[in-house]
């Protein structure tokens, strides 16, 4: 079993910079992979990120690869999602999620938090 809380999430101005931060519990969590998805309002959920338990490979979606990267501390159970130059179409709630899978559809991922808004303002 995996229980995770997303935090981070908040409302900033374009441009800006947020860290978003997933903590993790539980027995499974220090050796799964470990995603990022978010979803805005009237969209489906869509992949940004994910990160190997090892943190040895991530994937960054490509629309958001020279912004935003993913990190992993296995010590203190947290992933982190560093966003940069953020934009209005960036608003979203994220989610992280974890399982062992690679998959980018949210159907593939068995353990999910309850997510994090991010609002980016114009």
């Known amino acids: 079993q ?3 809380v ?5 409302l900033v101005q374009a441009g800006g910079s947020l860290r978003l931060s997933c903590a993790g519990s539980g027995s499974d969590f220090s050796t799964s992979t470990v995603a990022w998805f978010r979803q805005a309002p009237g969209k489906e959920r869509e992949f940004v990120a994910r990160i ?3 943190g040895g490979t991530t994937n960054i979606e490509d629309s958001v690869k020279d912004r935003f990267s993913i990190s992993r501390d296995n010590a ?8 940069h130059s953020l934009k209005p179409g960036d608003t979203a709630v994220y989610f992280c999620a974890a399982g062992y899978t690679t998959s980018r559809y949210p159907s593939d991922w068995r353990y999910w938090g309850q997510g994090t808004q991010v609002t980016v303002s114009s």
């Open 52 to 54: 190997t338990w090892t």
């Open 76 to 83: 203190k159970n947290l992933v982190y999602l560093q966003m």
């Open 2 to 4: 995996v229980q995770l």
């Open 6 to 10: 997303e935090s981070g999430g908040e």
